[in-house]
């Protein structure tokens, strides 16, 4: 059975960073793609970031790009999201996604908060 735990949310100030992680079990090899979405009440569920296992394959959601950072340890078969110069719009619950097929996600987490305050 496949399994998903986030960590590392929490609230921070404008300017701030926080460092999101994700711990994937269940896979004999580790998930071609790993990613987070993001979202915020009342709005849209949206692709922050993706990263596969192997060939090097990023995506960047426009809103982030420059700003955070997706990586991942295929040994320890963990996902990280580094999140600097956050701001209030970055605001929402982050999920931890997994899949066997570039950002198609089989798989996700059960979320962890983020909180950006002016």
């Known amino acids: 059975q496949v399994r998903l735990v986030e960590s590392g949310g929490g609230s921070v100030q404008a300017g701030g960073s926080l460092r999101l992680s994700c711990a994937v079990s269940?896979?004999?090899?580790?998930?071609?793609?790993m990613g987070w979405f993001r979202q915020a009440p009342g709005k849209e569920r949206e692709e922050v970031a993706g990263?596969?296992?192997?060939?090097?394959?990023?995506y960047y959601a426009d809103s982030v790009k420059g700003r955070f950072t997706i990586s991942r340890d295929n040994d320890k078969f963990t996902v990280a999201l580094q999140m600097n110069s956050l701001n209030p719009e970055d605001t929402a619950m982050y999920y931890c996604?997994?899949?066997?097929?570039?950002?198609?996600?089989?798989?996700w987490g059960q979320g962890t908060q983020v909180t950006v305050s002016s």
């Open positions: 269940g896979y004999t090899y580790g998930p071609y793609y």
């Open positions: 990263l596969s296992r192997v060939g090097g394959r990023t």
């Open positions: 996604v997994a899949g066997s097929i570039w950002r198609v996600s089989d798989y």
